[in-house]
């Protein structure tokens, strides 16, 4: 983890914490194991690991992954944190998504069960 990084790894852990705690959101996500990689276009990033419906902040930026995300820290922390929803950078060309539909729209409804709109 770099220094860029530190704000991005605490909002990664505290979304991990809130589908780790929905009990609704686990079921969702319990067949469902994907490696995330979010890379950061300032250089480094870091990684979620969602694995038999449970999610965690992974210990280095996975080189291999099912989904990617590239934008800067602060959109990522951003979106992570519930301060920015997803579809607004993604929409504007700040956020970059790698991975299949499937997965991506799950990625999606997770934060919106977390965050809201």
């Known amino acids: 983890m770099s220094a860029g990084t530190a704000g991005l790894r605490?909002?990664?852990?505290d979304f991990a914490g809130r589908v780790n705690g929905d009990e609704r959101?686990?079921?969702?996500?319990?067949?469902?194991?994907?490696?995330?990689?979010?890379e950061a276009s300032e250089g480094g990033g870091e990684g979620l690991?969602?694995?038999?419906?449970?999610v965690r902040v992974a210990d280095a930026m996975p080189d291999q992954a099912d989904i990617r995300l590239r934008?800067?820290?602060s959109v990522l922390?951003?979106?992570?944190?519930?301060?920015l929803s997803p579809t607004e950078p993604y929409v504007d060309g700040s956020l970059a998504v790698q991975g299949s539909q499937e997965?991506?729209?799950?990625?999606?409804?997770?934060?919106?069960?977390?965050?809201?709109?």
Not at 49 to 54: F, I, K
């Open 10 to 13: 605490a909002a990664l852990a």
């Open 103 to 117: 997965d991506v729209l799950r990625l999606d409804f997770l934060s919106l069960m977390i965050w809201g709109d």
């Open 71 to 73: 934008a800067s820290v």
């Open 49 to 54: 690991v969602v694995r038999a419906g449970e």
């Open 77 to 83: 922390e951003d979106v992570f944190s519930g301060a």
């Open 25 to 38: 959101l686990r079921k969702m996500i319990a067949d469902w194991d994907r490696t995330i990689a979010l």
